[in-house]
């Protein structure tokens, strides 16, 4: 593709992400984000080794309350994050492929998807995108064998939200995808893939308790309604 090409995508596709977001603009707070208010009353920074997971959101959440406290702020932010994971997964997907067809195609996909709307239109939902800022910066890092930035993703995935713990298969994935011919790579991210499943499972409760999920899901769907 030509530069202009490029650019001409480019432009399509943030005028669509527009369209696609502007009733954003006169959203109020919802669902969480009166939860996350409250917290905020507390310390911003987490004091215990169990509430380091999420606390980087946490922050970024409570000092934006206390600085620009309008809800159109705090979804603006989440756009600029949301445009930030876009970016970086436009990266990944041309270091992986060097296609500029299959790059554009995944942004769209991804920018552009409805399972998107949690983490952006959720003032409190900023924890997902900053999640993947971590795990995507991760697994960059990872595929130019950078492992100080590649550590530093991992920190900023798990302070954002517990799920960036995924880039612990996804790593070995990509480098697998990318440089390496045997199959030790994709082995070992199989085994970290079947530790995490089984992990979630016991952790979540899923198997003994089913009305978790059922209640998670209706709450997610009531929101977005």
Request: net charge neutral.
């Amino acid at each position: 593709m030509t530069a202009t090409q490029h650019l001409l995508i480019a432009s399509a596709l943030l005028t669509a992400f527009v369209f696609m977001y502007a009733p954003q603009r006169s959203a109020g707070f919802v669902y969480e984000d009166e939860r996350m208010m409250e917290s905020c009353d507390g310390p911003i920074i987490a004091t215990s080794p169990r509430s380091w997971s999420r606390s980087l959101a946490r922050a970024s959440w409570c000092w934006q309350r206390l600085a620009t406290p309008s809800s159109q702020a705090f979804h603006l932010a989440n756009l600029a994050l949301h445009l930030v994971v876009v970016a970086l997964l436009g990266a990944l997907l041309w270091s992986l492929t060097g296609s500029s067809a299959a790059t554009w195609a995944g942004v769209a996909v991804f920018g552009l998807g409805r399972v998107q709307i949690e983490s952006v239109a959720y003032a409190a939902g900023r924890d997902e995108a900053i999640a993947a800022i971590g795990v995507l910066i991760a697994c960059l890092a990872a595929l130019d064998r950078r492992w100080g930035f590649m550590l530093v993703g991992l920190v900023v995935g798990m302070l954002g939200k517990e799920t960036a713990v995924v880039s612990l298969a996804l790593i070995p994935l990509c480098r697998w995808l990318k440089h390496e011919t045997s199959g030790a790579w994709i082995g070992a991210a199989w085994v970290v893939m079947a530790g995490l499943v089984a992990y979630a499972g016991i952790w979540a409760n899923f198997w003994s308790d089913l009305i978790g999920p059922v209640r998670w899901a209706l709450l997610q769907t009531t929101a977005i309604v």
